[in-house]
């Protein structure tokens, strides 16, 4: 882009995010900077007087690429900036809270629902009644209730082997290693990190535990984007995010018709998810026999396991993308080839066939997450695919609401009744995650408030 920039008389500077230091002064003097989001909030928290100079002040316009990631899906998810630091008060209580934890059961206490915990009425009692264990700066309602569900969520789910390690260093102590199978932040409740998490690990395995680090900035790409005067962007799809966008950005969606013709779709209920992993399993056999590349989109972790049953059972073998951020090797598809893709990860996807020509078939035996999931994926093998087809399976469950009006609707309404029944699950489960994002957006500027009460005093030694 800097070729073009300059052609029309603008100087423009690249920012790479291995950039040195002594890079960006000129860099951010340059009237076009091209960046990535995370470069610019770690350099507007590192020097906040050359973001001051150089950014906040004389850039006016921000544009931003996979703006449905950058804007919504990890808008509120902050970069930390730490510095060593000493708190006796935590280490103390994250020790207590991990006593106080034992006397908690599930469903009895406490309940662990989409990834939230929250304390039932006998939870409530049972914290009131054991909240003499810890010390009287942790017995305020939400710090006592925040310190106590983090201790359940590393009793109940981190997993020691999958999760962390435990590793010796060079002078024989051992210390915990984050890291594994599973994102840390997917653990914990509304995928947040919170203070302690490292020392509630060394308490449950009974280590010494480690000074805890000290917050010395955040900053989200909400804060960070909701500075600028003006605001544009590009995805693959925006629908479903007007509103949100709206609301939080004064952002306005123009729908662009796609010039490039979509797959052959072709749409099957079937009677539950058992039936369409065979179904879909038989699929993707005869098209790898006929030399055909197959993707395939899952929601559920344990619609994975039970796919790939169905496919063994063929004699096929898939290959899974995992990681979190897909590199470019992981989108070449060959003849003859099946991957499997989670659902969060179809945005950062981009799938090319190798060599050109080869045909695409997609398969998808269950309701993605949203409407924008299942057009991303829809769109999908777009480059060097001359043939793409779709196939769509649509089982049904009680859960999804629809199955009595099935049982008795005629066969030729059966399949738009789940389609609806889908639709309105699908808005209810995007008004929560609005609502999510909107509490954890507040509850990011009430950190920022601690924050800087905290820089006048110590708060390790007050009282409260």
Avoid at 343 to 366: H, I, K, N, S, Y
Wanted: charged content about 25%.
């Amino acid at each position: 882009m800097a070729p073009l920039y300059e052609r029309c008389g603008v100087r423009c500077a690249v920012l790479l995010p291995q950039a040195p230091d002594e890079a960006l002064t000129s860099a951010y003097e340059a009237p076009v900077l091209l960046t990535t989001a995370r470069r610019l909030m770690a350099d507007c928290l590192n020097d906040p007087a050359l973001w001051r100079r150089h950014g906040g002040e004389n850039r006016h316009w921000a544009l931003v690429d996979d703006a449905d990631r950058v804007l919504i899906d990890d808008a509120v998810q902050p970069l930390v900036l730490s510095a060593p630091g000493h708190n006796p008060l935590l280490l103390e209580a994250v020790v207590q809270a991990r006593e106080m934890a034992q006397a908690f059961r599930r469903g009895e206490h406490y309940e662990d629902r989409a990834g939230v915990l929250r304390f039932t009425p006998a939870g409530q009692r049972l914290l009131d009644e054991r909240e003499g264990v810890l010390s009287t700066f942790w017995r305020a309602p939400r710090r006592r209730d925040e310190l106590v569900m983090q201790a359940l969520v590393v009793r109940d789910r981190f997993v020691r082997g999958r999760h962390y390690q435990v590793q010796s260093d060079p002078s024989g102590a051992q210390r915990i290693v984050l890291g594994g199978d599973t994102p840390v932040a997917a653990l914990v409740p509304q995928r947040t990190l919170h203070t302690g998490l490292l020392q509630a690990l060394e308490a449950r395995e009974g280590l010494p535990p480690s000074d805890p680090p000290v917050v010395t900035g955040r900053l989200s790409h909400q804060e960070l984007f909701g500075r600028y005067r003006l605001l544009g962007g590009i995805a693959s799809t925006l629908g479903g995010l007007e509103g949100e966008l709206w609301r939080i950005y004064g952002a306005v969606v123009l729908h662009q018709r796609r010039a490039d013709a979509g797959p052959a779709v072709q749409h099957a209920p079937a009677p539950d998810h058992e039936t369409a992993y065979a179904v879909a399993a038989e699929a993707a056999a005869q098209a790898v026999k006929a030399g055909a590349a197959v993707l395939v989109a899952l929601r559920r972790p344990d619609s994975f396991r039970a796919f790939a049953e169905a496919l063994r059972v063929r004699a096929l073998t898939p290959a899974m993308l995992g990681a979190p951020a897909p590199s470019p090797e992981d989108g070449v598809l060959a003849p003859g080839q099946l991957l499997l893709v989670p659902d969060p990860l179809l945005p950062g996807l981009d799938v090319r066939m190798a060599p050109p020509g080869t045909p695409l078939l997609l398969l998808q035996p269950e309701a993605l997450e949203s409407a924008r999931a299942e057009t991303l994926f829809a769109a999908r093998g777009l480059r060097g695919a001359t043939e793409r087809r779709l196939l769509r399976l649509w089982p049904v469950s009680p859960a999804e609401g629809a199955a009595p009006a099935l049982g008795r609707a005629p066969a030729v309404l059966r399949l738009p009744l789940l389609r609806i029944a889908l639709g309105l699950q699908r808005r209810r489960r995007a008004r929560q995650a609005r609502l999510v994002r909107r509490q954890l957006f507040l509850q990011e500027q009430q950190l920022l408030l601690q924050l800087a009460f905290a820089a006048r005093g110590d708060v390790s030694r007050s009282p409260r």
